[in-house]
């Protein structure tokens, strides 16, 4: 662990695979900077990989960071935990950074833990939202001030907790993919990279990596300003086509619970909840979604919301701005005749 | 090549059935009325240590810590097929975050000397997926998360297929390793008779309540489910609970669903008509 350091910076893990730079690293970039702002202190991020990926420096800082921690080597080519681990690991001590932030993406799971307790720091795992706060100890009145707000969804998403952490720092937290807004690249910032010495060797990557395959994600739910999401109360797989075609004459992407994708009608890429994807649309159309919480925890920051359920009382309609009763094989084609002749 | 494997387990609230009974009326959730269950994907990870041991022979123990409670699903380990069980409790266990709990695992882990360590990818009540890479880190062992298969396993040699989220990737590596695994992994196997009725009647010493008759009875049966406490893991105090742990809890709100203007819409085509329109008037869509 390191000590308390006000003055230490704010960091985010850049993570890019084959030079491209993971979506979450950049939403990270906004909030990172807002929190360093408040704070006082520089924004960095850190950019480890081969020798190809210096390009993405310059990206990071028209995204928002002051400063670059670049650490170039080839056997950094691959994301392997140990390796990573330990270059952050040396830079974390070298630096004294107050606040370190992960993207919840699966090398950010991999790699934070295992992070945080190398350098025996606490670690926050997918947060939904961070902030800067004060805490006090009731029983001996000690306040801490500007300590990061770690703030998650726990218990299958029924609680909402804060943690914090004042006394072993770094404070560390990985963020869930998609609850940040993405920030707008400024072209003529300017920013400082700074390239670091890496020392390892062939015994820091115990794994070898015999055969890979990468699948392009069938749907964008982030990027999409309207999503239609079905749920159990669909019905069936044929029945599914509604959702499709209501998506489709909005120009929004089809969505579903979990429940629906166990049933098998519509594959996971489409899932949005506590176990999916967590989205903010413009617009969010549950059809036949009863509105378990997991769900919820999702899609309840959406614009908007209309909600189409034949039970009256189903929980979805707690955070809908549009509630309709009825059955959706009846209402899915009225809408979509109103949308065609209005739009 | 025989193999001793050892899987985390952990005892969870069953956060995924929450029903009207287990919610109060503001709104907020009565942890009392959820079911207690073993933790969905350790038994995931069970299975794939069973699959091990049928495969190449060996040794499956299962370790859990909590509460005496959490006996239960130790039991539940040994009537779907494992060798052995462990219980880590002790009332200074209490407070742990994650890091806390890896070091306090780890010290139970480093006793049974394992060639492969097996855990779920997350538990259901927290869902942080950092007590394994925490462990492995502990145990200075290698890991690898997010485990769905098993390619080979060939003396001190694994090859596993594992999901990197928009993928996968198929890594080797040398023993001992710390596999978390995932849910697509396999179909758990169910209890089995022979080993359910072997096993129905094993205790832990806390479910004995000291008892010192009843538990040399158990013991001499083959029926006592070990159980260790922090000097019996001869653990460094300023790791474990609340001392050892670098997260706090500021806050815990229950969410509230709260109705937020909520505007029913007949399901005609007026109405639908009206709804679309003022959504095209407010730039929602068009």
Redesign the interface.
């Known amino acids: 662990?390191i000590k308390v350091n006000k003055k230490g910076e704010v960091w985010v893990f850049a993570e890019q695979h084959r030079g491209k730079l993971e979506d979450t690293s950049l939403e990270l970039l906004s909030r990172g900077s807002i929190l360093a702002k408040q704070l006082g202190v520089k924004f960095a991020a850190v950019l480890l990989g081969d020798n190809n990926v210096k390009p993405l420096c310059d990206k990071l800082i028209h995204f928002g960071a002051d400063k670059v921690y670049l650490a170039q080597h080839p056997l950094l080519e691959h994301y392997q935990?140990?390796s990573y681990?330990k270059v952050i690991y040396d830079l974390i001590h070298k630096y004294e950074p107050q606040i370190v932030l992960f993207g919840a993406?699966?090398?950010g799971?991999?790699?934070?833990?295992?992070l945080?307790?190398?350098v025996?720091?606490?670690?926050?795992?997918?947060c939904t939202d961070l902030q800067i706060?004060s805490?006090e100890i009731k029983k001996t009145g000690e306040k801490y001030d500007n300590l990061l707000?770690?703030i998650r969804?726990?218990?299958?998403?029924?609680?909402?907790?804060?943690?914090?952490?004042?006394?072993?720092w770094p404070q560390m937290a990985t963020v869930r993919e998609g609850v940040m807004p993405m920030p707008e690249a400024n072209g003529t910032r300017k920013g400082e990279i700074i390239n670091e010495t890496v020392h390892i060797n062939q015994l820091d990557l115990?794994?070898?990596?015999?055969?890979?395959?990468?699948?392009?994600?069938k749907v964008n739910l982030k990027a999409s300003r309207?999503i239609v999401a079905g749920g159990a109360g669909v019905g069936s797989k044929d029945n599914f086509k509604l959702v499709y075609d209501l998506a489709n004459c909005?120009g929004g992407a089809p969505g579903a619970t979990r429940a629906a994708v166990d049933l098998g009608f519509i594959d996971r890429d489409h899932q949005i909840g506590?176990t999916g994807t967590t989205v903010r649309p413009?617009?969010y159309i549950a059809v036949g979604i009863s509105g378990a919480?997991?769900h919820?925890?999702g899609m309840s920051d959406s614009?908007?919301i209309?909600a189409i359920n034949n039970d009256p009382d189903a929980?979805i309609?707690?955070?809908?701005?549009?509630?309709?009763?009825?059955?959706l094989n009846?209402?899915i084609p009225?809408?979509i005749?109103?949308?065609k002749?209005?739009? | 090549m025989a193999y001793n494997c050892v899987v985390l387990i952990k005892q969870v609230?069953d956060?995924?059935r929450?029903t009207g009974q287990a919610m109060n009326e503001d709104g907020?959730?009565n942890?009392a009325a959820l079911p207690a269950i073993f933790n969905p994907e350790d038994l995931n990870a069970l299975e794939m240590a069973l699959q091990i041991k049928d495969t190449c022979g060996g040794k499956v123990t299962a370790v859990a810590m909590g509460l005496p409670a959490a006996s239960d699903v130790l039991r539940e380990a040994l009537f779907r097929g494992a060798d052995d069980a462990v219980l880590v409790t002790d009332r200074r266990c209490a407070a742990s975050?994650?890091?806390a709990t890896?070091y306090i695992l780890s010290c139970a882990v480093k006793k049974l000397k394992a060639d492969i360590v097996l855990c779920g990818r997350q538990a259901?009540?927290?869902?942080?997926?950092?007590?394994?890479?925490?462990l492995?880190?502990?145990l200075g062992i290698?890991?690898?998360?997010?485990v769905e298969e098993i390619k080979e396993l060939k003396d001190d040699e694994i090859?596993v297929k594992r999901?990197?989220?928009?993928?996968?990737?198929?890594?080797?590596?040398?023993l001992p390793v710390l596999l978390t695994v995932i849910d697509e992994a396999n179909t758990p196997r169910v209890a089995g008779a022979k080993m359910l009725m072997k096993n129905k009647k094993a205790r832990t010493p806390a479910e004995l309540e000291g008892d010192a008759g009843k538990i040399k009875e158990l013991e001499q049966k083959g029926l006592l489910i070990k159980q260790w406490d922090l000097d019996f893991l001869e653990a460094d105090m300023q790791w474990c609970g609340r001392d050892g742990?670098?997260?706090?809890?500021?806050?815990?709100?229950?969410?509230v669903?709260?109705?937020?203007?909520?505007?029913?819409?007949e399901?005609?085509?007026d109405?639908?008509?009206d709804?679309?329109?003022e959504?095209?008037v407010d730039h929602?869509?068009?």
Not at chain 2, 163 to 174: E, H
Request: proline share 5%; net charge positive; aromatic share 4%.
């Open positions: 662990m935990t140990n681990n993406t699966p090398t799971r991999d790699l934070a833990p295992r945080a307790s190398a025996k720091a606490g670690l926050t795992a997918d706060g805490h707000m770690q969804p726990a218990f299958g998403g029924n609680i909402i907790a804060t943690i914090i952490n004042y006394d072993r115990p794994i070898e990596i015999i055969a890979e395959h990468i699948q392009a994600k309207v909005l506590q413009s617009l919480i997991q919820q925890s614009q908007k209309i929980p309609f707690n955070v809908a701005h549009y509630k309709i009763v009825g059955d009846a209402i009225m809408m005749k109103a949308i002749e209005k739009v | 609230p956060t995924k929450i907020t959730v942890r975050d994650t890091l890896s259901i009540d927290g869902d942080t997926a950092q007590v394994g890479p925490q492995a880190e502990k290698t890991q690898i998360t997010y090859s999901n990197t989220g928009n993928g996968w990737q198929q890594v080797k590596t040398k742990s670098p997260t706090k809890v500021h806050r815990i709100q229950s969410v669903l709260a109705a937020k203007g909520t505007k029913q819409i399901a005609t085509q109405g639908l008509n709804m679309i329109h959504l095209i929602t869509i068009g």
